[in-house]
Each structure stands twice: as structure tokens, then as C-alpha cells.
């Protein structure tokens, strides 16, 4: 079965950026912090990554998100969705209108202008043909940014919530959650390391809990 698993790091304040993130500074100032355990040596943070990464069928994410992994200070061979672990999903990219050129036209990139729903639609046909292709279940993944996630979850578009708490307070920067409905998680698996606490919640459906 294909999952729809958003999947971000935050801070302990509930930050996703720190203060003034742009283009080239995609994290803001002191928010790489948030992804030491993304590239850290330690082996359940690097057996996490691996896991998830290798069962992404398609990956989402909105349009400031992809013109920072696609600027010039963005992705390359060795930093990337699953470098270094897997070979790259599809991507989705949620957005008013296509961008004139893409610089990593070597990743599989779809653009949807008529929003955040037809999106994981989309993303959930490339990842259930990558599943029959491979035979095996494969989940589409939201990795941001913060209002993207925020936005699926408010509408009730999330089967999974994967948080990975970094030991840091940022103080001012993008926020995760900026309100929206209640929703009732349940708690699923908890795997602290040196570098972050990851939590695993199921999205339960409005009105449940």
C-alpha cells in the first residue's frame, strides 16, 4: 500500500529555517543544524535514512523548496534526496507555474499548477508504478517546505507525520505549524541518537481520537 508520510526535521522551538532564509541560504542563519543527523556517522540515524529514502516512490515539495535544492548552492551528486543511499524518486513540485529552465535536469521532476491535492495524486501514480515496477510498496514523501507539510495535514492528506527533533533552539525562523484544523496523532515509534529525537506518528482522519 502506498503511504502519503510527511517527513521533516524541526527544531525544539517547532522551527523548519532559521532566520532569514533565501536562495542561497535555503536553511536560514544556524538552520543547517536541524539536518546534523542526515549526515552524521552514527549508525541508526544512517539506517533511518536509508530506510525511508529506500521506500520513496515519488517525493513532494513545494516551489521555494525546489528553487533552493535546484539553485546553485543546491543539489549535486553528493547532496541530495537519498545520496549517497538509494537512487533518486520522482519529483513533485507544487507550484503556480513551471519554472522557465531547471538546473538538475538530470532528476525526474513534474510540475503541478492546480495545487497541493492534484499533487499527491500525481506523486501517488509515480509511486505506485515504481511499486509494481520493483514489487514492492513503495510511499510518496512530502519533505517540505514547512507550509506544504502544514498544508497536507490540514487537509487531511498525510497517513504518516515523521518529525526528526534536532537538539537545538533557533529562536526566530519558519514555523511548522502556523494552525489550521486539530488533528489526532498516535504515536508509532520513538529512535533517539545523539543528533535527534525521530518520531513516527499516524495521521489519524478529522474527527477521529
Same mark, same amino acid.
Request: hydrophobic residues 40%; proline residues 6%.
Given at each position: &500500500?502506498?503511504?502519503?508520510? =510527511?517527513?521533516?526535521?524541526?527544531?525544539?522551538?517547532?522551527?523548519?529555517?532559521?532566520? #532569514?532564509?533565501?536562495?542561497?541560504?535555503?536553511?536560514?542563519?544556524?538552520?543547517?543544524?536541524? $539536518?546534523?543527523?542526515?549526515?552524521? #556517522?552514527?549508525? #541508526?540515524?544512517?539506517?533511518?535514512? +536509508?530506510?525511508?529514502?529506500?521506500?520513496?516512490?515519488?517525493?513532494?515539495?513545494?516551489?521555494?523548496?525546489? %528553487?533552493?535544492? #535546484?539553485?546553485?548552492?543546491?543539489?549535486? %551528486?553528493?547532496?541530495?534526496?537519498? *545520496?549517497?543511499? !538509494?537512487? /533518486?524518486?520522482?519529483?513533485? !513540485?507544487?507550484?503556480?507555474?513551471?519554472?522557465?529552465?531547471?538546473? +538538475? =535536469? %538530470?532528476? @525526474?521532476?513534474?510540475?503541478?499548477? /492546480?495545487?497541493?491535492?492534484?499533487?499527491?495524486? *500525481? *506523486?501517488?501514480?509515480?509511486?505506485?508504478?515504481?511499486?509494481?515496477?520493483?514489487? /514492492?510498496?513503495? %510511499?510518496?514523501?512530502? &519533505?517540505?517546505?514547512?507550509?506544504?507539510?502544514?498544508?497536507?495535514?490540514?487537509?487531511?492528506?498525510?497517513?504518516?507525520? +515523521?518529525? $526528526?527533533?534536532?537538539?537545538? !533552539?533557533?529562536?526566530?525562523?519558519?514555523?511548522?505549524?502556523?494552525?489550521?484544523?486539530?488533528?489526532?496523532?498516535?504515536?508509532?515509534? !520513538?529512535?533517539?541518537?545523539?543528533?535527534?529525537? $525521530?518520531?513516527?506518528? @499516524?495521521?489519524?482522519? *478529522?474527527?477521529?481520537?
Amino acid at each position: &500500500m502506498t503511504r502519503i508520510i =510527511a517527513d521533516i526535521s524541526i527544531s525544539l522551538d517547532g522551527l523548519v529555517t532559521g532566520p #532569514d532564509p533565501r536562495p542561497d541560504n535555503g536553511l536560514g542563519t544556524g538552520g543547517e543544524a536541524l $539536518h546534523t543527523w542526515a549526515f552524521s #556517522d552514527d549508525p #541508526d540515524d544512517r539506517r533511518l535514512l +536509508r530506510e525511508s529514502t529506500s521506500r520513496s516512490g515519488a517525493v513532494v515539495l513545494g516551489r521555494r523548496l525546489f %528553487d533552493i535544492v #535546484d539553485g546553485p548552492q543546491g543539489w549535486n %551528486d553528493d547532496t541530495g534526496y537519498g *545520496a549517497g543511499e !538509494v537512487g /533518486t524518486p520522482a519529483f513533485v !513540485v507544487v507550484t503556480s507555474s513551471p519554472p522557465e529552465s531547471v538546473r +538538475r =535536469a %538530470d532528476l @525526474d521532476w513534474t510540475f503541478v499548477t /492546480t495545487g497541493l491535492t492534484d499533487a499527491v495524486g *500525481a *506523486a501517488r501514480e509515480r509511486a505506485e508504478a515504481a511499486s509494481a515496477e520493483r514489487g /514492492t510498496d513503495l %510511499d510518496v514523501v512530502l &519533505m517540505g517546505g514547512g507550509a506544504t507539510i502544514g498544508s497536507a495535514l490540514d487537509a487531511g492528506l498525510l497517513d504518516v507525520l +515523521r518529525v $526528526h527533533l534536532a537538539p537545538v !533552539v533557533l529562536g526566530t525562523g519558519t514555523p511548522l505549524f502556523t494552525g489550521g484544523s486539530r488533528r489526532t496523532l498516535v504515536q508509532r515509534s !520513538v529512535l533517539t541518537t545523539p543528533n535527534a529525537t $525521530h518520531l513516527t506518528y @499516524d495521521v489519524l482522519p *478529522a474527527g477521529s481520537g
